[in-house]
T-cell receptor, first 115, second 116 residues
Framework: DADVTQTPRNRITKTGKRIMLECSQT?????MYWYRQDPGLGLRLIYY???????NKGEISDGYSVSRQAQAKFSLSLESAIPNQTALYFC??????????????FGPGTRLTVL | AQTVTQSQPEMSVQEAETVTLSCTYD???????LFWYKQPPSRQMILVIR??????QNATENRFSVNFQKAAKSFSLKISDSQLGDAAMYFC?????????????FGGGTRLMVKP
C-alpha cells in the first residue's frame, strides 16, 4: 500500500462549489504539505503543517483552507471553487526527526478541474 | 525569497546518449539544499538526487549526476546512457537549510523526451 494517499485522484466540479481534497499517510511523519502544480510554474506551496496544532500559509493560500484532523490526515478545501484553481494538487510529508536530512514524500496527486 | 529557474521547457535526447538539464537559483542564504525530482506520466514525484550546499563534491546516483556551481548559483542535472524510462518532467527544487522549515521552492520544469 502507498505511504501517502490522496482522494479523489481526479475530480471535476463547477464554479462556486465547495470541494475537499484529502490526504492520508502511514509514514508516521509529523510534517505535511499541500502544493499545486500548474504548467510552466512547477509546484507551489499552498499550506503546510508541522503538527496537529500548527498550520501555516504558503506562497498561494488565498482561496484555500486546510484542516489537520490528526497526525496522519491533512485536508485541503476550496470554499468556492473557481476555474483558475484547475490544477494538479499534491500532498507531501516529511519527518522532523530526520532534522536536516528530511526529505519530502509525495502522494500521487489529485487532478482538479473547475468548470 | 528564493527563486528557481529552469530555462529549458523541453529537451530531447537519443537513447543511450547524455543530456544535461539546467537550473539556476537565486538566494542570499549560504545553507541550503538542492534537489532534482522526476515526474513520469504517472504523475508521481520521485526524488532523483540531492545536493547539500556545504558539500563541494557533486552528488551522483548511478546514471544521474549534478554539476553544482555555488558561486554561479547553478545546479544542472546530467543523465548518462539515457533510457526510455527517463522520459518525464524534471523539476529542480530549493530548500533552506536548518530545521526551521522544509518548504520546497520549485522551478517550472523541463520535459525530457527520449528518442529510441
Amino acid at each position: 500500500d502507498a505511504d501517502v494517499t490522496q482522494t479523489p485522484r481526479n475530480r471535476i466540479t463547477k464554479t462556486g462549489k465547495r470541494i475537499m481534497l484529502e490526504c492520508s499517510q502511514t509514514k508516521g511523519h509529523d510534517r505535511m504539505y499541500w502544493y499545486r502544480q500548474d504548467p510552466g510554474l512547477g509546484l507551489r506551496l499552498i499550506y503546510y503543517s508541522f503538527d496537529v496544532k500548527d498550520i501555516n500559509k504558503g506562497e498561494i493560500s488565498d482561496g484555500y483552507s486546510v484542516s489537520r484532523q490528526a497526525q496522519a490526515k491533512f485536508s485541503l478545501s476550496l470554499e468556492s471553487a473557481i476555474p483558475n484553481q484547475t490544477a494538479l494538487y499534491f500532498c507531501a510529508t516529511s519527518d522532523l526527526r530526520r532534522g536536516r536530512r528530511d526529505e519530502q514524500f509525495f502522494g500521487p496527486g489529485t487532478r482538479l478541474t473547475v468548470l | 525569497a528564493q527563486t528557481v529557474t529552469q530555462s529549458q521547457p523541453e529537451m530531447s535526447v537519443q537513447e543511450a546518449e547524455t543530456v544535461t538539464l539546467s537550473c539556476t537559483y537565486d538566494t542570499s542564504e549560504s545553507d541550503y539544499y538542492l534537489f532534482w525530482y522526476k515526474q513520469p506520466p504517472s504523475r508521481q514525484m520521485i526524488l532523483v538526487i540531492r545536493q547539500e550546499a556545504y558539500k563541494q563534491q557533486n552528488a551522483t546516483e548511478n546514471r544521474f549526476s549534478v554539476n553544482f556551481q555555488k558561486a554561479a548559483k547553478s545546479f544542472s542535472l546530467k543523465i548518462s546512457d539515457s533510457q526510455l524510462g527517463d522520459a518525464a518532467m524534471y523539476f529542480c527544487a530549493y530548500r533552506s537549510g536548518g530545521n526551521a522549515g522544509n518548504m520546497l521552492t520549485f522551478g517550472g520544469g523541463t520535459r525530457l523526451m527520449v528518442k529510441p
